[in-house]
């Protein structure tokens, strides 16, 4: 029920967006390499580090399902796995089915936090078909089986080794905390360093896939010390958002002050548990890679740090600390937490979740606030029985799914602009395989239904994380494009373009027989219209 609540009503599935700009295009290539030649962004496949690409270009190519019904299903079932793994998780640390469930309650609405990386996404990828895995792989660290946690930890590094790196240095911190408690308490600590030893070569051992295709793959262009000049430039114009905290707006650092301390709060005057140390110790750990993070990108820049991304553990911090606010939640229900403490907390807690738009805000707070109710209404006045405080705002979600359905326009297929996927669609039908599009830089995800090569677009600039070499060639294309400099003035330098300016993008793609230009509706073309629709119009430059 919660799989189907995320899908259809809090975080309405996704296809052809953000992400899937880069990921579709990849695994449609790996599933037939004739297509997108001499594509720039495609030829960064080399630097992707994950089998995620080739087993889903393998299943696409033995499969009779379009690409669109194998993401579907799979985001569907991973989903259901996510809210399981997560339900697992919350009640190994808790003991208490109650507070896992009003837990996943929690974790329903996605949102964006510190390093703008999703809780919960609307789309298929990496990290999403990986997040259950680790999830389990913390569940498995409270129990101490530190053979599973870290092996679970290696086998997510093949799918997705950033997140996989957090969960291991989360594991690996409550690991030295775990050996330090049995020290200090003089207890024998011979047969948990083992199995902690153990459980780091199992990890190495089922990482060991992954790590075969960063080694047999060329070196990108990526020293590991002080970056190339400009690289920085680029990094902070297009994806600062992930990178250099001081860039950040303060009232998310506000936001997500307000979560922690109401998570304090709930939980203040509770004896903590030998689990609730771990979790601390991997909150320390997420704290040390911030710090980190923050050191190396905005004082003493270095590439590799910044490359790790260390405010991207955040997320997992996060999620925990949902858990313990489930538990605060549930003991006020059950009146060992006073009410107007624990509604305190929770009103400081909710702009956390305050990175998503008004409409789905307004409908987590009113399921908060039929949760809340519920607890303290129902469960601690009259008496209702526990499961209440989710099955009644869990029903409440699932009744505006309809709602949300017809609002977001659900659909599997590409949910980018109608005529800017008509565009797509005629070029997959009227043109052959080997032709090249240029099109505007702030229309993004061409690629993904038109499976043609496009010469630049905003998008492409994420790719100069894992290749430095990549950061100034794309920044050149983008000026060929018309930028100015400006994000947000990309389509109006394009609009100025001539005929001689498309020439020369299109003399730079050698490996395609044609190339045509996707200009806007309102644009003087300079040359014949081969079709146009109520936004768009192509004409052939080569």
Sequence with gaps: MLALASVFSANPYAYGLDNHFITLPFILEKANPE??????VLAEIQYFYTWFLDGMGALLRHSTLPLEWIVFALHVLFSFLTFWAFYHLAKV???CRNMAAVACLLLLFGTKTIGYVGTLESHLMERTIVLPLELLALAWMLKRRWVAAFAATGLAFCIHPLSSFYIGAMIGAAALYSLYSLRKEQLNFSPELKQVALGIAAGALFALPGLYLKFSAPEPLMPAGT??????DILALRSSYHVFPFEWPWHGWLRAAGFWIGVYL???????????RLVMATWAAVGIMAVLGTVFSQFIPLSLPIQFQFFRSYPFAFLLGMVFMARGIVLAARGQIPIFQALLA???AAPAWAEMDLLKYLAMLMTWALMLGAAWYGVRRKNWPKSTMVSLPLLFVLMLAPLSIYLKGFSIYNQQEPEWVAVQHWAREQTPLDAAFIVPPNRRGFRVDSHRTVFVDWNDGTQNFFNQAFGPAWLERMNMAGFNGNPDDMGIGYRALEAEAFGRMAAILEANSQVYAVLFRDQPAPGPVLFENAHYQVFRVR
């Design 227 to 232: 970056p190339l000049p400009g690289w920085l």
């Design 93 to 95: 640390l808790t003991d």
């Design 35 to 40: 297509l997108y030649p001499g594509d720039w």
């Design 266 to 276: 709930l939980n203040r005057s509770l004896a903590f548990t030998q689990r609730d």
């Design 346 to 348: 929770v009103i400081l």
